[in-house]
């Protein structure tokens, strides 16, 4: 059998790109180069996919993976629905996040950039949907995230991410009220919280002389 190799794939991506070119300029369909290139990203996220469910010791193969294939699915969004692609971009990248801590919870750090990228993706929709102040909005998901840390599984030793998670869910819910005068002293209170903790737990961890 004839072997095959990127010529052909790059030829068949040269001949679709020049067939939606010319549906667009016949009016035949539009969002041509977003067609394209989310055909694209998402033949890529399918063959790290491919990876990632082949040989679990492809964790890494999770970012690149649901970071295109988010891109792919955003890509494809025209009209009213182009208000709501970035959360479907970024719940792309966050998910690849979530795979990560999920196949092994011992990688329990992968709980905050997935929370925190989930927020940005949220926070990106409701300003492009509403007038809604989302400074509150924020702050509420980065608590969450933390809250998370804390309570998900293997959690036990992480209670100190219940700090800096509750000050953050009350600096968000003061945001945009009579009372947001107060987050001014919630970062002062966060750093003297954590330290005392961390100071805390290490005069109860010293072992007896």
């Known amino acids: 059998m004839r072997r095959y190799d990127t010529r052909l794939l790059l030829g068949i991506l040269l001949v679709v790109g020049g067939l939606l070119s010319l549906l667009d300029a016949m009016e035949i369909i539009s969002n041509a180069g977003g067609i ?4 694209v990203f998402g033949a890529v996220g399918l063959i790290f996919l491919i990876m990632l469910i082949n040989n ?3 964790w890494w193969a999770a970012f690149p993976a649901f970071t295109l294939l988010g891109m792919s699915a955003a890509s494809f969004m025209t009209g009213p629905l182009e208000a709501v692609d970035g959360i479907v971009f970024f719940a792309g990248i966050s998910l690849g996040f979530w795979w990560v801590y ?3 919870t011992e990688r329990w750090w992968a709980i905050i950039p997935a929370g925190v990228l989930l927020t940005l993706g949220i926070v990106s929709t409701v300003d492009n949907v509403s007038e ?7 702050f509420l998901g980065l608590g969450l995230t933390f809250i998370l840390v ?3 599984p293997g959690g036990g030793a992480r209670s100190w991410a219940l700090i800096p998670g509750t000050i953050l869910l009350l600096f968000g819910a ?3 009220t009579p009372y947001s005068g107060l987050t001014n002293y919630v970062w002062p209170a966060i750093l003297i919280l954590l330290g005392g903790y961390f100071v805390l737990r290490f005069f109860i961890n010293r072992s007896p002389e």
Do not use: C, K, S
């Open 150 to 152: 804390a309570v998900l």
């Open 174 to 176: 003061l945001l945009g």
């Open 102 to 104: 999920i196949t092994d």
């Open 36 to 39: 394209f290139w989310g055909l």
């Open 56 to 58: 679990r010791q492809n």
């Open 132 to 138: 809604m102040a989302t400074g509150g909005l924020f």
